[in-house]
């Protein structure tokens, strides 16, 4: 039985819509995830998640294997206990962080030691470790563990980091013990047309469940993001999902769809939210701005959330400058509620057959428009630092 199905595709683009099948239920495609990468979406707990149209949330193997600990976790009855959310749980491997946000002592073809964040104690992980971890901590989708140089690297380096993620996708696939998780290859290669291709067709030889398309959203560049991912897309099995790593602006993610894209991630909606940044059908606005010290509007005339029909932008302005912590809160919920608006529309277009006449139209719009005033986080090095 496929895990997988297309349900509707855009006569007009690579946009399609799907459900995908894991142990804590279906997803509809595409889907946007929010990012809990200590197991936690920051300040929201999971009922409100699952009120604002959240279907999958995303952790972080990297930061919970070193606290609270594998063990804590296993112990506890699995991931989804420990984090009170019972549908389905993306978690990251840990080798974007292992490679970006870590001090790397030593890498080889058998993985890496590196400097705990936390406390500078040396840790090795590898493809093996980092499967066996996400086997242990139980989320309904796991990562290979992959090698993401950084940005600028010389092409040697590129390729040495397609031929590792290749062979640890390997060893994680034969390695991977838990009939309940989905485990998804990662595609490497940064802008490189070629690299990508090889190391598509390597991980399809693999044959898994899904793929996704890493080593983006590092510092190239909207546009040369964009060529990427429409040459690689292409490259990845029809009938499987396809999972954009980081990304990132509503208008990244509208064009992402048209290429073809199933699934994303990004700390955009709930960084900026914690940063008096609000989404809104007008564009985004700057919370901490004095125009808004007697504007008792919602944030949003035509948003239903928590925080448009209960705080007007005075008070969500009021709360950030005396410091209460219910502003980040309210316009974090805010920005996740606007994303998964954002997909229910795209989802209905697609299946309406109306997607590239709307998309055309949305990218034009205020609310979906790229904006000076967004963090970007899609070219920030740190975007599951959360």
Same mark, same amino acid.
């Given at each position: 039985?496929? *895990?997988?199905?297309i349900?509707?595709?855009?006569?007009?683009?690579?946009?399609?819509?799907?459900?995908?099948?894991?142990?804590?239920?279906?997803?509809?495609?595409?889907?946007?995830?929010?990012?809990?990468?200590?197991?936690?979406?920051k300040?929201? #707990? +999971?009922?409100?998640? $699952?009120?604002?149209?959240?279907?999958?949330v995303l952790?972080?193997?990297?930061?919970?294997?070193?606290?609270?600990?594998?063990?804590?976790? %296993?112990?506890?009855? !699995?991931?989804?206990?420990?984090m009170?959310?019972?549908?389905?749980i993306?978690?990251?491997?840990g080798?974007?962080?292992?490679?970006?946000?870590?001090? &790397?002592n030593?890498?080889d073809?058998?993985?890496?030691?590196?400097?705990?964040?936390y406390?500078?104690?040396?840790i090795?992980?590898?493809?093996t470790?980092?499967?066996? &971890?996400?086997?242990?901590? =139980?989320?309904? *989708?796991?990562?290979?563990?992959?090698?993401? +140089?950084p940005f600028?690297? %010389?092409?040697k380096?590129?390729?040495?980091?397609?031929?590792?993620?290749? @062979?640890?996708? @390997?060893?994680?696939?034969?390695i991977?013990?838990?009939?309940?998780?989905?485990?998804?290859g990662?595609?490497?290669?940064?802008?490189?047309?070629?690299?990508r291709?090889?190391?598509?067709?390597?991980?399809i030889?693999?044959d898994?469940?899904?793929?996704? #398309?890493?080593?983006?959203?590092?510092g190239? =560049?909207?546009?040369q993001?964009?060529?990427?991912v429409?040459f690689?897309?292409?490259?990845? +099995?029809?009938?499987?999902? $396809?999972?954009?790593?980081?990304?990132?602006?509503?208008?990244?993610?509208?064009?992402?769809?048209?290429? !073809?894209i199933?699934?994303?991630?990004?700390?955009?909606?709930?960084?900026? =939210?914690?940063?008096?940044?609000?989404?809104? @059908?007008?564009?985004?606005?700057?919370?901490?701005?004095?125009?808004?010290?007697d504007?008792?509007?919602? #944030?949003?005339?035509?948003? $239903?959330?928590p925080?448009?029909?209960?705080?007007s $932008?005075?008070? *969500?302005?009021?709360?950030?400058?005396?410091?209460?912590?219910?502003?980040p *809160?309210?316009?974090?919920?805010?920005?996740?509620?606007?994303?998964?608006?954002?997909?229910?529309?795209?989802? %209905?277009?697609?299946?309406? !057959?109306?997607?590239?006449?709307?998309?055309?139209?949305?990218?034009?719009?205020p609310?979906?428009?790229?904006n000076?005033?967004v963090?970007?986080?899609?070219?920030?090095?740190?975007?599951?630092?959360?």
């Open positions: 039985m496929s *895990i997988f199905e349900i509707k595709k855009d006569t007009q683009s690579d946009a399609r819509t799907g459900l995908l099948q894991t142990h804590h239920g279906t997803v509809k495609t595409p889907v946007f995830m929010p990012v809990g990468t200590r197991a936690v979406v300040g929201i #707990i +999971p009922q409100q998640l $699952r009120e604002a149209g959240s279907q999958i952790a972080n193997t990297f930061h919970l294997m070193l606290k609270p600990g594998v063990e804590i976790i %296993e112990k506890c009855g !699995g991931l989804h206990k420990f009170a959310w019972d549908g389905p993306l978690t990251d491997s080798g974007y962080q292992v490679f970006s946000l870590s001090t &790397i030593f890498t073809d058998n993985g890496t030691e590196f400097a705990s964040p406390d500078g104690m040396k090795k992980l590898d493809a470790g980092a499967t066996e &971890i996400q086997n242990k901590l =139980g989320a309904d *989708i796991i990562m290979c563990f992959d090698q993401c +140089p600028g690297a %010389e092409k380096e590129l390729q040495k980091a397609v031929e590792r993620t290749i @062979k640890w996708a @390997k060893i994680c696939k034969d991977h013990s838990n009939s309940k998780q989905l485990l998804f990662i595609v490497q290669g940064q802008t490189d047309n070629h690299l291709q090889n190391c598509a067709e390597e991980l030889k693999i898994f469940p899904g793929y996704a #398309i890493g080593g983006l959203s590092v190239e =560049g909207t546009e993001m964009f060529q990427t429409r690689t897309a292409p490259l990845l +099995p029809q009938g499987k999902p $396809r999972y954009l790593m980081g990304v990132g602006t509503p208008a990244d993610i509208i064009q992402v769809v048209e290429a !073809g199933d699934m994303f991630d990004c700390v955009m909606p709930t960084r900026n =939210g914690r940063n008096a940044l609000a989404f809104t @059908k007008d564009g985004p606005i700057r919370l901490r701005n004095s125009a808004y010290i504007d008792f509007r919602p #944030i949003d005339l035509s948003c $239903r959330c925080c448009c029909t209960t705080f $932008r005075s008070a *969500i302005r009021h709360f950030f400058n005396v410091g209460e912590m219910l502003g *809160i309210m316009l974090s919920l805010h920005n996740i509620v606007f994303y998964h608006n954002l997909m229910d529309k795209i989802r %209905e277009n697609i299946e309406n !057959g109306t997607f590239a006449k709307w998309a055309a139209q949305a990218l034009q719009c609310a979906y428009a790229r000076s005033q963090n970007n986080d899609t070219e920030n090095t740190e975007y599951r630092k959360e």
